[in-house]
């Protein structure tokens, strides 16, 4: 059995800690079960943004009869769509192989790993052991239960990507970001889509305003049942049906689509991986449990990025992976302030958030100590010139420091909006000093000092 200085489980974020341990002369092996390059890379943000593209693009052009231009698509080639994204995601992933495969200084295991005993993983029956260990060994999709799921064919984000015809209908489970990019996407498309969301709230982590703005427009392009839990899916002569009950009455309703989608949250590898078996817990929901410093309660052993369940994106992942490898090699430690760490929905209007929502704020803050800030698109000259009408951007403020506390965005270009409020906040900059910037007019930047300029106290 070989012995090594660090071994790295995931070639997502993952791939940080590998380079960061190479570096500094280690013995390094890697353990990837595939697709090389991780979710990020193979089957979430990059795919699906190749995909969200063009589907702004077709968006924003049926939206353009609002300043007065008519215009007409005459062909969607959702073949060629698709293919391009394939084609940038094959392409990525052979970048990944390729540098591993030139570097003599990492061993590279290729294939499912199990610990079978303390700090001693398994590989298609070959064993290593590791002084350390960080696991970056991500989620997959969550199936949840309902009549009949084990004897249909249904599509997930991972699934959905190797399709080549647009279907004609599609039924959507699940209402947060995944799903409503999807919606998104597919509706853009030209396919007729259905949403079915258990929760009240579509992206129910997000500002309530903000959800139901989201909803009410996608509801110009797609049938959006929220308060809805799917209950059974039934094979049909042309597609499938999805039965839905009401949370509230229990009234119940069919719908029928040509394809079914389940994007109704992630699901830990933790168990694929038998974490237990070297003495490492995991909480409720079976995501690795770790302290503020990304340690397990086993020593040696660190987690992060999706693997550990919080902030799952990979922005999140690759800080994660610099602190994690610093906490590693250092007796200081650093910590990861939530709280600094933005997300962007890419929907229809794009959503972006940093920060505490308003609701948040309240559970850690008297009343008397914060203040909320609304601003319309429309409240700025290049938002009023857009005819943005319904986009706004709110603030949430500490009272005494002028502090930022959460800042939330829904309208275009919301994730570059949102940029110089999260530089401010992850240098713990006050409102002022983003005042004393001079904003470009007319730009759809002004709309953030907007907000920050129309604080009021809450009730």
Not at 252 to 278: F, P, Q, W, Y
Request: aromatic letters at 8%; charged letters at 25%; a negative charge.
């Amino acid at each position: 059995m070989k012995e090594y200085d660090v071994i790295v489980v995931g070639s997502g974020a993952g791939l940080l800690v590998v380079e960061n341990a190479i570096a500094h002369g280690l013995d390094v092996a890697l353990v990837d079960r595939g697709p090389l390059g991780g979710t990020c890379l193979n089957l979430g943000c990059i795919p699906s943004k190749m995909l969200i593209y063009p589907a702004d693009r077709i968006a924003e052009i049926r939206d353009s009869e609002k300043l007065g231009v008519r215009a007409e698509i005459t062909d969607i080639n959702f073949a060629s769509i698709m293919k391009r994204m394939r084609e940038t995601v094959s392409s990525g992933n052979q970048h990944v192989r390729d540098g591993i495969q030139l570097s003599d200084a990492l061993d590279f295991y290729e294939g499912e790993g199990q610990f079978v005993k303390d700090y001693v993983i398994e590989i298609k029956g070959e064993r290593i052991k590791g002084r350390k260990i960080f696991l970056a060994s991500g989620a997959r999709p969550l199936i949840p239960f309902m009549d009949g799921i084990g004897s249909v064919e249904y599509l997930t984000n991972e699934s959905v990507l190797e399709m080549k015809e647009r279907p004609e209908s599609i039924i959507i489970i699940g209402g947060g970001y995944i799903a409503a990019e999807y919606a998104h996407f597919f509706a853009a498309m030209g396919s007729k889509v259905t949403l079915v969301q258990r929760s009240d709230n579509l992206v129910p982590d997000e500002e309530p305003e903000i959800s139901e703005l989201l909803k009410k427009e996608m509801e110009k392009r797609l049938r959006v049942f929220t308060g809805m839990e799917a209950f059974a899916v039934k094979k049909q002569t042309s597609g499938y049906s999805v039965s839905g009950r009401d949370t509230d009455t229990g009234e119940e309703t069919d719908l029928t689509a040509e394809k079914i989608l389940i994007a109704a949250g992630r699901k830990s590898n933790a168990d694929l991986l038998k974490v237990e078996n070297t003495g490492v817990e995991t909480d409720e929901r079976n995501y690795i449990k770790v302290n503020e410093y990304f340690e397990t309660n086993k020593k040696n052993i660190w987690a992060f990025g999706d693997a550990i369940g919080k902030k799952m994106f990979r922005h999140v992942a690759n800080r994660a992976a610099s602190l994690v490898w610093h906490n590693a090699a250092h007796d200081a430690k650093d910590k990861l302030d939530y709280t600094t760490a933005p997300h962007a929905v890419f929907t229809w209007p794009e959503i972006a958030s940093v920060g505490l929502t308003e609701s948040e704020s309240r559970k850690h803050h008297r009343l008397h100590e914060l203040l909320v800030g609304r601003a319309r698109y429309y409240d700025v000259a290049r938002g009023e010139a857009m005819r943005e009408e319904s986009g706004f951007a709110k603030a949430v403020v500490k009272r005494d420091s002028g502090k930022i506390l959460g800042f939330h965005i829904i309208g275009p270009h919301a994730s570059i909006l949102i940029q110089e409020v999260i530089l401010a906040k992850a240098n713990d900059l006050d409102i002022w000093a983003l005042a004393r910037g001079m904003h470009i007019h007319p730009a759809l930047p002004e709309v953030v000092t907007a907000a920050f300029g129309n604080l009021r106290e809450v009730e």
